[in-house]
C-alpha cells in the first residue's frame, strides 16, 4: 500500500487519493450532467421546468451529501465551496465559471479557515483552479477552437493537464521539494479513465446499491483503478521520474504569486510589467543557497554541507530532522548515506571542516568518556551539557533550550547563526528560559 501511494505521488497523481478539487468536480459534474440530460429526455418537463437550475440544485445537494459522507476535511471543505459557488452562479443566471467565481471561493474558504492561506493544498488548489479559468476563459473568448471538431476533447484533456501541472509545479517544488518529472503524460492517461469510467461507475454503485445490483458497475470501476494504478506504477519505475529541488527563500512563492496574478487579472501591454517580480523569484531560488551546518534541537544530530553533499552526524536517529535538512537541500538521500558521506568520524578528527573552524560533534558516550576540549576555532555540539568556560563556540542542551534548532552559515570568516527562537519571535506562549 505504502508503496502505491508513493507511486502516486512520483507521478503527481496523489490528488486522486484526495477528496478534493477533482473528486468533487466530478460528482457535480456526472450529476449535473446526468440529471440535466433525463429532465430533457421528457418534453413536458422539458417544456416546463427550467431544466439547467434543477440540475444545479440536484448537483449541489449530491455535492453536500458528498461533502457530509467524506469527513468534511478541510480540503473537501475547499472543493464543496468552490463547486457551491459555481452551481449558485448558474441559479443566478451569472457565469459559473469566472475569476469572481474563484474570488468569491477563496473568500469564503478564507473566512471559515483562516489558517489555510498558509497550507501547500490552498495554494496549490487556487493555483490551478486559478490558471485553468484564466487559460480557458481566453480560449472561450474566441469565436472557435484552433483545429477540428473531434480533436477538442484531446486538446481540452491536454490542456487542462499541462496547465494545471504548470501552475502548481512552483508550490509542489516550494513545499514538497521536488516534482514529478512524468506527471504531464501520467495525467493525460490517468484522469480521462477517473472522469469517464471511475467516477461515474462510482455513482451507478451507488444508485443501485439499494437494489443489491451494484456489482457490475463496482467492477467496472476496479477495471478502472486498475489502470490508473498501472499507469502510476509504469512512470514511477522511471529513472528520474521525481526530480529534487532546494528550498526556496520565503520570498519567492510571494514574488511568483503576485506576478502570476497580474499577468492574468491586468488587462493591457502593462501586464508585461508582471514578468519582473516572477523573474526575481526566479533568480532568488536559483540563487538560493542553503546553511553550512544545521543542529536540531536535542543537541544529537548535525548535518555539514559539503562538496559530497550534507553529511550527518548519525546514521539513525532524529530521523525527521535529517530527512527535512536533505529534502530542503534538494537532496533525496537517505540518512544512513548521508552519514556514510563523510571521512573521518571518530573521535580525534573533527566531525566537518567549515571555513576555518572545525566542527565537533560529542555523543553521551564521548563526554562521558573525556572532558571535551578545544579551541577559539573549533564549534563544539555536546548531546549532554558541559562546563562554561571553554574558548571555542559551543552549542549544548543548555543553549539549545534557549535557542531551539540552528543554522549556521561561515561568512568571511565568521559564524552567521540562525535560531528557531530568532525565527519564531517571542510568543505569549514561548516558555520563559526561550524569551528573547
Not at 66 to 90: D, H, K, P, Q, W
Not at 314 to 337: C, I, M, S, Y
Not at 403 to 429: E, Q, Y
Request: hydrophobic share 55%; glycine share 8%.
Amino acid at each position: 500500500m505504502q508503496g502505491t501511494t508513493e507511486d502516486l505521488r512520483t507521478t503527481n497523481l496523489a490528488h486522486l487519493l484526495a477528496i478534493s478539487g477533482l473528486h468533487m468536480g466530478l460528482l457535480v459534474g456526472v450529476v449535473f450532467s446526468g440529471l440535466r440530460y433525463v429532465m430533457a429526455l421528457s418534453p413536458y418537463v422539458a417544456l416546463r421546468v427550467n431544466v439547467k437550475k434543477c440540475a444545479a440544485v440536484g448537483a449541489l445537494v449530491a455535492a453536500a451529501v458528498y461533502l457530509a459522507l467524506s469527513g468534511a476535511s478541510i480540503a473537501t471543505e475547499r472543493a464543496f465551496v468552490m463547486a457551491a459557488v459555481a452551481l449558485v452562479a448558474v441559479l443566478l443566471d451569472r457565469r459559473a465559471i469566472s475569476m469572481r467565481s474563484v474570488a468569491i471561493a477563496a473568500l469564503i474558504v478564507l473566512v471559515l479557515r483562516p489558517e489555510s492561506l498558509l497550507s501547500p493544498g490552498f495554494h496549490m488548489s487556487f493555483a490551478a483552479t486559478t490558471a485553468l479559468v484564466w487559460v480557458f476563459s481566453m480560449l472561450w473568448a474566441q469565436s472557435r477552437w484552433p483545429g477540428p471538431a473531434w480533436i477538442k476533447p484531446i486538446m481540452a484533456v491536454t490542456l487542462t493537464s499541462f496547465v494545471a501541472g504548470a501552475a502548481t509545479a512552483p508550490f509542489a517544488g516550494a513545499h514538497f521539494n521536488g516534482y514529478a518529472a512524468y506527471g504531464l503524460p501520467a495525467n493525460l492517461l490517468a484522469v480521462p479513465i477517473m472522469g469517464a469510467v471511475v467516477m461515474p461507475s462510482a455513482v451507478v454503485a451507488l444508485c443501485l446499491a439499494p437494489l443489491g445490483l451494484e456489482g457490475l458497475a463496482l467492477t467496472v470501476m476496479g477495471w478502472g483503478l486498475q489502470w490508473i494504478l498501472g499507469v502510476a506504477s509504469f512512470f514511477a519505475d522511471l529513472e528520474g521520474a521525481r526530480r529534487a529541488v532546494v528550498a526556496p527563500p520565503a520570498a519567492v512563492l510571494p514574488l511568483f504569486t503576485l506576478g502570476a496574478l497580474f499577468v492574468m487579472l491586468w488587462q493591457g501591454r502593462l501586464r508585461a510589467v508582471a514578468l519582473v517580480p516572477v523573474i526575481v523569484a526566479g533568480a532568488l531560488w536559483l540563487t538560493s543557497t542553503r546553511p553550512d551546518l544545521l543542529v536540531d534541537e536535542s543537541g544529537k544530530l548535525a548535518g555539514a554541507l559539503t562538496e559530497a553533499g550534507r553529511i550527518v552526524s548519525k546514521p539513525r536517529g532524529q530521523g525527521f530532522a535529517a530527512r527535512v535538512w536533505l529534502e530542503n537541500d534538494g537532496d533525496p538521500t537517505e540518512q544512513k548515506e548521508a552519514f556514510a558521506r563523510a571521512d573521518r568520524r571518530d573521535q580525534d578528527h573533527p566531525f566537518a571542516q567549515l571555513g576555518g573552524f572545525d566542527v565537533w560533534v560529542l555523543s553521551k558516550k564521548d563526554i562521558q568518556k573525556q572532558s571535551p576540549d578545544c579551541v577559539s576555532s573549533d564549534i563544539l555540539i555536546a548531546a549532554l551539557p558541559i562546563e562554561t568556560g571553554l574558548p571555542c563556540t559551543v552549542f549544548d542542551p543548555k543553549t539549545l533550550a534557549r535557542t531551539g534548532a540552528l543554522a549556521i552559515t561561515v561568512r568571511n570568516g565568521k559564524l552567521v547563526v540562525t535560531s528557531v527562537a530568532d525565527r519564531r519571535g517571542d510568543r505569549l506562549w514561548s516558555p520563559p528560559d526561550q524569551r528573547q
